[in-house]
């Protein structure tokens, strides 16, 4: 009786493999598929051509939108004044001093030169 069962479990199956077997097929990379008649070749190519023609233009719509967004930013980061003027004054600021600075040090330098004349002259 056992064996009876076990013979019959084997026996489905074994049918059951070899039903599956020919009904799922793997995908062999290596064999080759179906070859397109030239015509539809062509058709797919155009849809293909087509989808990549839309995809490139929907990236430059992006690009152009961020560009232009980029673009108001600074401008009205360039409308406000404020900043200019304050940079402007700053710098101003510093060539003002930088010029005192030199003044100051060409007046030294002139005193102590003056002085060594006077030394001199005095032996």
Do not use: H
């Amino acid at each position: 009786m056992k064996y009876l069962l076990l013979g019959c479990c084997l026996v489905l199956a074994s049918t059951s493999m070899v039903f599956a077997s020919d009904t799922i097929t793997p995908i062999d990379p290596e064999k080759p598929r179906k070859k397109l008649s030239l015509e539809k070749q062509a058709q797919q190519g155009r849809i293909d051509s087509k989808k990549l023609a839309q995809s490139q233009l929907d990236k430059a719509r992006v690009a152009a939108q961020a560009t232009a967004e980029r673009e108001q930013d600074v401008l009205s980061r360039q409308e406000s004044g404020e900043w200019q003027n304050e940079q402007r004054e700053k710098a101003k600021t510093q060539f003002d001093d930088r010029a005192e600075r030199e003044n100051k040090y060409l007046k030294q330098a002139q005193e102590a030169a003056a002085k060594e004349k006077q030394i001199s002259e005095e032996k």
